[in-house]
């Protein structure tokens, strides 16, 4: 009996000596491993007919229950029936087992790598080796591999990428990630499609060429064509901080980016190859650990290895030649088309260089500016392109190497490179932390030193400014923004953008608390000229001061007075608002330029900045430790402290809080501190003696609304005040008793001067007064100038806000001297850890609360 044709003859037989199977019909797409469903199918027609024989021959050998003589079986037949019946019996096993066989050995076949991966340079990198991808590997093969080596045998195929073709640059685009980084690494490549990074891949995505991109007069770079790509080219290159053979995670993303990659089409169609390779850092020795960094002298020990590593990669020359790299981290992020071809363009401009790059280009430090050492204030961020044939680079990633396992490794790479650079041309040594500065014994450790060295550097390349700044790329270092921030660059690194204030859908309320007839009028008088978010204003007045009667001429806004029936610091509480939302100021203090409220782009959740409650931010200041214990009665353990001031309150919400206030605390505070027994007396107040933004968080947190919110450290992320304080001084004046006063006044020792920039609201102002101040333009804010490690700021000494006055002694019209301004006290972090905490971890309690709606 002849065998069915699946065990015997045609491509089956050759196939099967190969171990796959390929149809005589040309297949679609040829990366796809054999169909398992038609290698079903065929065993299954095997087994089939087999099962119907051996029906057949049961029914010859069984006794039929119809006796009638046509049906019944010839006896002569039983025995044969019976030996056949064993026979096929074997025979339907056999297939079992055969059809097992044959599945088990095209698996196989299709789990075998292409023989690149043992080649150099795939082999020094474990991914292509231990990745379970196989279609993806032999996707590289294809369409990279294969090509290359045809191409540089002088084989190329037209309309073939070009791998070969002489180019005066060649850029190594380098991203860099951790174990942290490693799932959501495929997520920041999708705004690559968005804004596709060159000309030539435009086209691809279905987008025209944008005219306006050369005529736009206002934008930089506009002179940039794809004539870039002719002339300069790049690769890409994922880059794990361990071992990809060790994480099966950080695989799977390198097997979606370039899964991706190699559709048709596309932003791959800007870059020649792409590469996975690893810096092999053992996991107890990739550390990022900004808490400990006062500590712990290796708490950046991966970042600061895996930059060294990425640097002699290159320099290798393994994977190609390339004339330097762009370190871009995941949270650099193009907001523009055509991003590579202005990279390229500004790499032409500025050569020679060591390093090209962006320094701090945000405004979240200059409550604190003149703190910052020079080195910080005046480094280029890592996120920058490298020179890697530059000698001075080499001699800094050199001296990294050689501190490596000395305290200074406690410095971040970039930062580290510029204070060797400030000490050579400034001879200005770093100050590292004292905990760091111990050895195992508690001893002093004595650092070498270097300065001598360092100038001899500067010296040699200080004249070529080997350090340069590019306007493509933006650091913002954890920075808050919204649309109207950016500028002419192309991509930002560390930015966290929000959407802005939609007046279709927010209508907020401002309530301004005043106890003269005129301070408010300050604030009505610019109100117009300030772009602010504000539908009305509500005066909240003592009961004996005249409302205005001409409010209509002072602003366009809506404005009404409400007479207080309660204390003056129940006006959060007291405060009759109609619409939705409100802000809360007071007289003293002017709308900013720009009230830049902040929205979530999903959940459209208002953005508010808050402080951590520890000792250093909060705790050490008596006023900030009570707010938070009066926070903590309706919220055990809470741990943000939230300004008055920067809250947008929901009305409905507030009344509810204020409601359960008054039953804790009595209808004016009057219990507020009875379980202390303390006497509350205006010049001993320690504590809020009414409502405040961080009670109404905690309370927020208490009946589950915290959802409603999307709160942001400012340690981190920095805060940009909505009203700028701008009689300080009036402030402390008016909340002096009238004792306090007449001492004062007789002794005449008011010599209390304006030093603070943040009152400079113009560029003329700013750039024009005597404290040196910088205009901002991005921003349009003022600052504090740098001051030389071991300065005297302008303001060498501040004073506490006090407290808002409860009565008037003096009557008053508009301030009579100059204005001064002021703000909270600012805790300075001595080691500046959190200018590098570049990644959001939020505890379980943050991401519990914002679930919750």
């Known amino acids: 009996m002849r065998r069915s044709d699946p065990y015997s003859g045609g491509n089956w037989g050759e196939n099967l000596t190969r171990g796959t199977y390929t149809s005589n019909v040309e297949r679609q797409n040829e990366f796809e491993p054999a169909s398992e469903g038609n290698d079903a199918a065929a065993a299954d027609g095997s087994s089939n007919l087999i099962s119907s024989t051996i029906s057949s021959l049961v029914a010859m050998v069984r006794p039929s229950k119809n006796n009638a003589p046509g049906n019944q079986t010839s006896d002569s037949l039983k025995p044969i029936a019976i030996k056949v019946l064993i026979v096929f019996a074997l025979l339907a096993s056999g297939s079992a087992l055969l059809s097992k066989y044959v599945g088990s050995n095209l698996s196989k076949s299709d789990m075998t790598p292409p023989e690149f991966v043992n080649d150099h340079p795939y082999i020094s990198s474990s991914y292509y ?7 993806t590997l032999k996707k590289v093969d294809e369409f990279q591999v294969k090509p290359k080596a045809a191409q540089m045998a002088g084989n190329k195929i037209p309309g073939e990428k070009d791998f070969t073709r002489e180019t005066t640059t060649r850029l190594a685009i380098v991203r860099p990630f951790c174990e942290f980084d490693a799932p959501a690494l495929p997520t920041t490549f999708e705004c690559w499609q968005d804004f596709p990074p060159c000309r030539a891949a435009a086209a691809d995505l279905g987008e025209g060429f944008d005219d306006e991109f050369y005529s736009d007069e206002e934008r930089q770079f506009d002179n940039v064509g794809s004539h870039m790509q002719k002339d ?10 361990q071992t990809f053979s060790e994480n099966p995670a950080a695989m799977e993303s390198v097997d979606k980016i370039l899964e991706v990659f190699f559709e048709v089409g596309g932003w791959a169609q800007c870059f020649g190859s792409i590469y996975a390779i690893e810096a ?3 996991p107890e020795l990739d550390l990022y650990l900004p808490p400990a960094q006062e500590t712990l002298y290796s708490w950046v020990n991966g970042p600061n290895r895996q930059f060294e590593a990425a640097v002699r990669i290159i320099q290798s020359g393994e994977w190609g030649d390339y004339d330097g790299f762009y370190l871009m981290e995941g949270d650099s992020i193009p907001i523009k088309s055509y991003w590579l071809d202005v990279l390229l363009s500004e790499i032409e401009a500025n050569r020679p260089f060591a390093i090209l790059g962006a320094k701090y280009n945000g405004d979240k430090w200059d409550n604190f500016y003149e703190q910052i050492p020079i080195p910080l204030l005046d480094h280029t961020n890592g996120n920058a392109i490298y020179n890697t044939s530059h000698p001075l680079l080499e001699r800094l990633v050199g001296q990294l190497e050689v501190e490596a396992p000395c305290p200074y490794n406690s410095i971040p790479y970039d930062y580290r490179m510029s204070q060797m650079w400030i000490e050579g041309t400034m001879s200005i040594v770093p100050k590292l932390s004292p905990i760091i500065m111990l050895n195992e014994e508690g001893k002093n450790i004595t650092l070498s030193n270097n300065t001598a060295m360092f ?19 933006h650091n913002y270092a954890a920075t808050n923004l919204i649309p109207r921030h950016l500028g002419p660059e192309y991509i930002i690194h560390g930015a966290k953008l929000y959407s802005p204030w ?3 859908r927010t209508i907020i309320t401002l309530v301004v608390s005043e106890w003269y007839f005129d301070r408010s009028r300050n604030l009505l008088d610019t109100l117009d000229d300030r772009d602010h978010p504000f539908s009305e204003v509500v005066i909240m007045l003592p009961p004996t001061v005249e409302a205005h009667e001409d409010y209509s001429n002072l602003t366009n806004v809506p404005t009404r007075s409400q007479h207080r029936e309660v204390a003056d610091y129940m006006d959060l509480c007291a405060a009759d608002v109609t619409t939705e939302w409100f802000m809360f100021t007071n007289s003293y203090h002017v709308v900013a330029n720009h009230v830049d409220l902040m929205f979530t782009s999903g959940k459209f959740q208002p953005v508010v900045p808050f402080t951590p409650a520890t000792i250093p931010f909060c705790f050490k200041f008596p006023y900030c430790g009570e707010t938070v214990n009066l926070a903590r009665k309706f919220k055990a353990g809470h741990k943000k402290v939230v300004l008055d001031f920067d809250m947008l309150y929901h009305t409905e919400t507030r009344n509810a809080f204020c409601d359960e206030w008054r039953s804790m605390f009595g209808e004016e505070g009057e219990d507020l501190y009875k379980e202390r027994s303390r006497t509350f007396r205006r010049k001993k107040v320690i504590g809020p003696p009414g409502p405040t933004g961080t009670s109404y968080t905690a309370y927020l947190s208490k009946v589950g609304k915290a959802g409603m ?9 920095g805060a940009r005040a909505p009203f700028i304080k701008k009689y300080a001084k009036e402030e402390k004046l008016d909340g002096m008793t009238e004792e306090e006063l007449a001492m004062k006044m007789g002794m005449a020792t008011d010599n209390v001067t304006d030093c603070n920039c943040f009152v400079f609201e113009t560029d003329d102002e700013c750039s024009g007064s005597p404290l040196g101040c910088t205009w901002r333009p991005l921003f349009e804010s ?4 740098e001051m030389i490690d071991g300065g005297e700021p302008i303001c060498p000494s501040t004073t506490a806000p006090t407290f808002s006055p409860t009565e008037s002694f003096i009557p008053t019209e508009r301030p009579s001297i100059a204005p001064t301004a002021g703000s909270a006290p600012v805790a300075a972090d001595p080691w500046l850890g959190r200018f590098f905490r570049v ?8 991401l519990d609360e914002e679930d919750e709606l």
């Open 782 to 785: 003022c600052h504090p100038p």
């Open 280 to 282: 092999n850092i053992p």
């Open 232 to 241: 300069a080219k790049a690769d890409v290159f994922l880059f794990y901080s």
């Open 839 to 846: 990644k959001e971890h939020e505890d379980e309690m943050d």
């Open 129 to 135: 080796l231990a990745t379970e991808s196989i279609g």
């Open 709 to 717: 919110y999307k709160m942001v450290d400012r340690s981190l992320y």
């Open 455 to 473: 100038n001899k550097w500067a010296d040699v390349w200080s004249h070529t400014h080997p350090f340069k700044q590019t306007q493509v790329i």
């Open 502 to 504: 939609d007046p279709s």
